[in-house]
């Protein structure tokens, strides 16, 4: 298969299966609102070097969230998008330029312990959800996503906080982690990570997005919110979990 061997340095047949992936995690995502990145970057994590793992995964994701915003952009929630934006760009500086790194599994189960708070907790205080709040939330999960690749549940879970209806969700979360995975761009290049090597993989794979996106919206739209709702919660509650076993894991090794 020269054509897909020409796509990466990965092995043709690899690059085939990754493709197929993309379709099946943008339409997750789409559908249930979180998880997709998630379940790409552990799968990419079986394949691909340690270095191209975190952006090549966050272009893929910038262009599969880029799809979903243009299917959805009448349900964006502007407020909370223009509130996340300035600790978008904070949290990038932060990451670009941070050397401190947290012991490994501490970072996970934190995220872990935030998202079943929120799912499960007494919910987060009016102040918490307002401007400072998403501003805060915007600065700490791109930092961790540059760090550890998907902080997807996170913002997923504050998102559920301030949103209602099931398209206003999965838009505003959209637009939010375009903003997010875009400053990877920023962040990797400094770092030096060129992205050529990659480009033919991440655009075919971000062409699959687009169709698994628009699979999943047809799905989403034929939930009612009570049931969208319900597998939401259920979906983030079993990422929530995998981080708790994972950091786990790594506090014991």
Do not use: Y
């Not at 998907?150 to 949103?163: E, L, N």
């Not at 209602?164 to 959209?174: E, I, Q």
Request: hydrophobic residues 60%; proline residues 4%.
């Amino acid at each position: 298969m020269p054509l897909l061997d020409a796509l990466s340095p990965l092995d043709g047949g690899l690059d085939l299966l990754l493709i197929l992936l993309s379709v099946l995690t943008s339409a997750f995502t789409a559908a249930f609102g979180v998880g997709g990145g998630v379940l790409m970057i552990m799968a990419l994590a079986q394949v691909m070097p340690a270095t191209a793992l975190i952006p090549v995964h966050g272009m893929v994701q910038l262009g599969s969230n880029v799809g979903r915003v243009a299917m959805t952009w009448r349900h964006v929630d502007r407020v909370t998008l223009l509130a996340f934006l300035p600790g978008v760009a904070l949290g990038a500086l932060a990451a670009a330029w941070l050397l401190l790194r947290l012991p490994a599994g501490v970072l996970e189960l934190c995220i872990a312990g935030f998202v079943l708070f929120t799912l499960w907790g007494p919910g987060l205080p009016k102040r918490a959800l307002g401007r400072l709040g998403t501003l805060l939330l915007g600065a700490v999960t791109t930092l961790l996503s540059s760090l550890v690749g998907a902080s997807g549940p996170m913002v997923a879970a504050f998102i559920k906080q301030r949103q209602s209806g099931r398209l206003a969700k999965v838009a505003t979360f959209s637009a939010c982690m375009v903003a997010q995975h875009l400053t990877k761009a920023f962040v990797f290049g400094v770092a030096g990570f060129v992205f050529h090597d990659w480009l033919g993989l991440i655009l075919a794979m971000v062409a699959a997005g687009f169709l698994g996106t628009w699979l999943g919206l047809r799905l989403l739209r034929r939930l009612s919110d009570r049931h969208f709702d319900g597998l939401f919660r259920a979906v983030l509650t079993l990422l929530a979990l995998r981080l708790v076993w994972l950091g786990l894991q790594r506090l014991a090794g």
